[in-house]
């Protein structure tokens, strides 16, 4: 079994950033392909970015987020990171951390089996 908690979520203007956190525990971490999810209210949640496994040198984002969001990793610590910077009103969502063993960088929702509680981050304008 494996337990994502999510931190770093909070009120923040447009134009600035936030650092958002996914502690691991349970399985190896370094074997996880490691995605963020949003969802905004009465929106389906949607793919945010995606890093690789072990080295973590591989990603993928989506077109909204492109040259704005950063995805990190720190196997050590067993801790993902998106860094989250030029926010937009649009970027208001509850932002999830999600785990897969899966290869390859996966954009469904369907293909993560670990998901975290999740975190609130809400721009204002």
């Known amino acids: 079994q494996v337990q994502l908690v999510e931190s770093g979520g909070g009120l923040v203007q447009a134009g600035g950033s936030l650092r958002l956190s996914c502690a691991t525990s349970?399985?190896?971490?370094?074997?996880?392909?490691m995605a963020w999810f949003r969802q905004a209210p009465g929106k389906e949640r949607e793919f945010v970015g995606a890093?690789?496994?072990?080295?973590?040198?591989?990603?993928n984002y989506a077109d909204s987020v492109k040259g704005r969001f950063t995805a990190s990793r720190d196997n050590a610590k067993k801790t993902v990171y998106l860094q989250m910077n030029s926010l937009k009103p649009e970027d208001t969502a509850i932002y999830y951390c999600?785990?897969?063993?899966?290869?390859?960088?996966?954009?469904?929702?369907?293909?993560?089996?670990?998901w975290g509680q999740g975190t609130q981050v809400t721009v204002s304008s």
């Open positions: 890093i690789g496994r072990s080295g973590g040198t591989t990603y």
């Open positions: 999600a785990a897969t063993t899966r290869v390859g960088l996966r954009v469904k929702v369907s293909e993560y089996d670990y």
């Open positions: 349970g399985r190896t971490f370094s074997s996880f392909t």
